[in-house]
């Protein structure tokens, strides 16, 4: 897919409208999709990287018509795959900001092995994954990250399988830059992805995102004004894991286990765990990751690593340069007809 057409200004001081595409926005009327483009448009002016330098890639479902509301290049490829195609994007073009766009259904059912290898390889680029629980482009079936005992389309008695937890499995893939987001917290969820857009390696945000025709109020518990607070801890490095409304909790290491202690009025946190982003090994951010699946947890959103480690990329680009030091640039029309070769009449 080419530029989109839209109105263009001066790229040196890029404004939202810079960033919105011609195209007519075809979501359900009160989808969360519209948050999360909305929240995109605003941040990528504030990047200071041109339209022309922008390319977002994307598979198959509701999230990944995605770019074609955004005014720079882009790609609407198949299914699972837009992690294969990003990495091309990148390798041959290493100075392009390269955004991935998929769901819980295109990312983690038949994309999934592209998502956790491109995780390990730690590629200079930005996932987005939407998170609805559901499929709703094909019209409400389970995925895989459909609760245990869902009942759709084709789990008319309760669905049995384990749902992946995606945030867990970046992590332990390998991601350097791993957070969560809730479409309904439109402040959090922009100064998520500038900070995703910033760092230098794999980004990966997952975006719990309601689907109000096939999967409406799956995450009502930690939108509502009146629940959220006392079900979501928003994690902020160096400072302590305490959340709540009308009573407040701190998360402490408790048997190595994350255990919610409540306190009293004029009680401080001591035990807290204070939240540390750099945090090196995987059992921190693991208790954090799968602590909403215990019984009685909160749920933690925002960021949970950012670590520095070499890029796929990089490496690439250094090893390329090693080599043609070494043999000289390549000859491709040499190398086809080296070897044997035969001819056909």
């Known amino acids: ?118 995780c390990r390889r730690n590629l200079n680029v930005n996932i987005i994954l939407f998170n609805n629980q559901i499929y709703g482009l094909t019209k409400g079936q389970y995925s895989p990250t459909s609760p245990l ?39 959090h969820m922009a100064k998520t992805f500038q900070q995703a857009a910033m760092h230098n390696g ?6 719990y995102q309601n689907c109000n025709i096939f999967n409406d109020g799956a995450f009502l518990e930690l939108t509502n004004s009146e629940t959220k607070l006392d079900h979501v801890v928003y994690m902020e490095d160096g400072e302590p894991l305490v959340y709540g409304k009308t009573q407040r909790y701190a998360l402490e290491l408790e048997c190595m286990e994350l255990a919610k202690k409540p306190l009293d009025e004029n009680d401080e946190p001591t035990k807290a765990m204070i939240h540390d982003i750099k945090a090196p090994g995987e059992a921190y951010v693991g208790l954090l990751s799968r602590m909403n699946e215990l019984p009685g947890m909160p749920t933690p959103v925002g960021i949970f690593r950012a670590i520095e480690r070499k890029t796929y990329d990089d490496a690439f680009v250094s090893q390329m340069d090693e080599v043609t030091k070494k043999k000289g640039r390549g000859d491709l029309k040499q190398l086809l007809i080296s070897g044997d070769t035969w001819k056909v009449d």
């Open 1 to 118: 897919m080419g530029e989109n057409k839209a109105a263009v200004s001066d790229n040196k001081k890029p404004r939202k409208i810079n960033f919105g595409s011609d195209q007519d926005v075809r979501w359900c009327p009160g989808c969360g999709d519209y948050a999360i483009l909305a929240q995109m448009k605003k941040v990528l002016p504030g990047l200071g990287i041109p339209r022309e330098k922008t390319v977002f890639i994307s598979g198959i479902g509701c999230s990944s018509r995605f770019p074609y509301y955004i005014n720079s290049y882009g790609f609407h490829t198949i299914h699972g795959r837009a992690p294969t195609v990003a990495t091309g994007v990148k390798l041959g073009n290493p100075d392009l900001s390269v955004w991935i766009i998929t769901g819980d259904g295109d990312g983690l059912s038949i994309g999934g092995n592209h998502l956790i290898h491109l």
């Open 149 to 187: 005992g869902k009942v759709t389309k084709t789990t008319p008695y309760g669905s049995l399988d384990a749902p992946f937890n995606p945030t867990a499995l970046a992590l332990a893939a390998g991601a350097t830059f791993v957070a969560r987001t809730i479409d309904r917290d439109t402040k």
């Open 202 to 207: 794999t980004s990966f945000v997952e975006v």
